[in-house]
């Protein structure tokens, strides 16, 4: 085990990168084809960024992904993600979107770290992108509590019971997610921790926001959004959005899109996670010799 892991090393970390890169593909992919975006429906873009958005979205999504993912210039590549990444809640004003936000913070830990590892930099770099990665789940822990927290009154027992159950899970889930993202900041069994989380989170991704399912090409393209028909039966994705919009606002190729963009969200969340297992905790953690197969004194 210990060979094949030497021996696929590369060949995972080169997945972990391309994983990590997945949301700033597909954003660079839609806007060549369909600009400006699936955030742009969310929230007003800024004046004058209107007009260098799809542009400079275009081309530092694209060849910063493909140089991250060759390492050709690694350090400038992940720092020009990292801060579109960062930039673009701004553009469009989605700063109240928590899990936008915080799943945009864990792509830049991701990038920090893959930064980390092959440009010399600060330990300190490490330590924050490590406490980046977790960002979405302490969001998604957050939820759970506050869910778990709203039991309605009734005088059923089977009502009681059903709702006793709901909070016992929600509340078990909390615990999960706090514990794991305490362990991935700490430092401490991080490596182990991320690489469970990471196939969970991309088992949720597929779950949560299959978009493929949605869609299919259409026999006659007149009448057709894009050539393509969505199905009726395409839920509204579990994600904020800005008052006064109502999911009734949205179309269903417009529904579609959000589910595009937060299944590879999620997909470059678990890029950053795989980074993390991969890659280590850094110098500054807990446990910063971890390993995830265990060795023997001559290894």
């Known amino acids: ?19 990590l890169c997945a949301t700033f593909l597909d954003d660079a992919l839609r806007l060549a084809l369909q600009p400006p975006g699936p955030m742009a429906m969310l929230g007003p873009v800024p004046l004058g960024a209107a007009a260098f ?3 400079v979205g275009l081309v530092v999504e694209l060849f ?10 690694p350090g400038r590549a992940s720092l020009a993600l990292a801060a579109w990444s960062l930039l673009q809640p701004f553009l469009f004003g989605q700063l109240s979107n928590a899990l936008l936000v915080s799943s945009s913070l864990s792509v830049v830990g991701g990038l920090l770290l893959v930064r980390a590892s092959h440009v010399p930099t600060s330990p300190y770099a490490q330590l924050l992108g490590r406490l980046l990665i977790p960002a979405p789940y302490v969001c998604f822990a957050g939820w759970l509590l506050a869910s778990s927290l709203e039991l ?12 006793l159950s709901i909070f016992l ?4 889930a909390f615990l999960a997610l706090l514990l794991g993202s305490a362990l991935v900041a700490l430092g401490l069994r991080s490596r182990k921790v991320a690489l469970a989380a990471a196939l969970a989170n991309l088992a949720y991704a597929f779950h949560a926001h299959p978009f493929f399912l949605y869609a299919s090409r259409c026999p006659d393209p007149v ?16 994600v904020s959005i800005p008052f006064p919009l109502t999911p009734a606002d949205f179309t269903l190729a417009e529904i579609y899109d959000l589910h595009r963009c937060y299944f590879f969200l999620a997909v470059s969340c678990t890029g950053a996670l795989l980074v993390l297992a991969q890659a280590g905790p850094g110098e500054i953690a807990a446990q910063k010799d971890e390993a995830i197969l265990p060795t023997r004194a001559q290894d």
């Open 64 to 73: 910063g992904s493909l140089c991250l993912i060759a390492l050709f210039r």
């Open 53 to 55: 958005q799809p542009f």
């Open 1 to 19: 085990m210990k060979h094949v892991a030497r021996a696929w090393a590369p060949r995972l970390a080169l997945l972990s990168r391309a994983l």
């Open 169 to 172: 899970v929600s509340f078990l």
């Open 152 to 163: 309605s009154e009734t005088t059923s027992l089977p009502s009681y019971l059903a709702d």
């Open 223 to 238: 009448g057709c959004s894009r050539g393509w028909e969505y199905s009726d039966a395409m839920p509204f994705p579990a």
